[in-house]
């Protein structure tokens, strides 16, 4: 599967952002999805999961209540709404995949064990 984030752009401090990863080249609803980044010099961080039914998600806790996944699986679609950014939140956001044989599991956490990975798109918070 390709998949191809977008949405990432400057904004101010307390603003708000949607990132989105459109997947194409196989059966979108087969994987879990997960949004990661990585800051520069800082290792790569889980953002926030969300199972293939899109029922069940998971978040990182330095974006617990701030950050909201969800997917469109009629659109192959995952997208990652971030609400009260902070500089601390600046980095290159990636989604991944995860093949999963569940619907309502929730993909894990460690980069490593996901499928297939987007570029990334990089977001900016100024303070």
């Known amino acids: 599967v390709q998949l191809q984030a977008c949405g990432g752009g400057l904004v101010q401090a307390g603003g708000s952002l949607r990132v989105s990863c459109v997947a194409s080249?196989?059966?979108?609803?087969?994987?879990?999805m997960g949004w990661f980044r990585q800051a520069p010099g800082k290792e790569r961080e889980f953002v926030a999961g969300i199972s293939r039914s899109g029922t069940r998600t998971m978040y990182g806790n330095s974006v617990k209540g701030r950050f909201t996944v969800s997917r469109e699986n009629a659109k192959n679609t995952v997208y990652l709404q971030m609400n009260n950014l902070k500089p601390g939140d600046t980095a290159a956001y990636y989604c991944a995949a995860i093949r999963i044989a569940f619907t309502i599991s929730i993909p894990s956490t460690e980069a490593t064990e996901y499928d297939y990975w987007g570029p990334g798109t990089l977001v900016t918070v100024s303070s």
């Open positions: 080249g196989s059966t979108f609803d087969a994987y879990a």
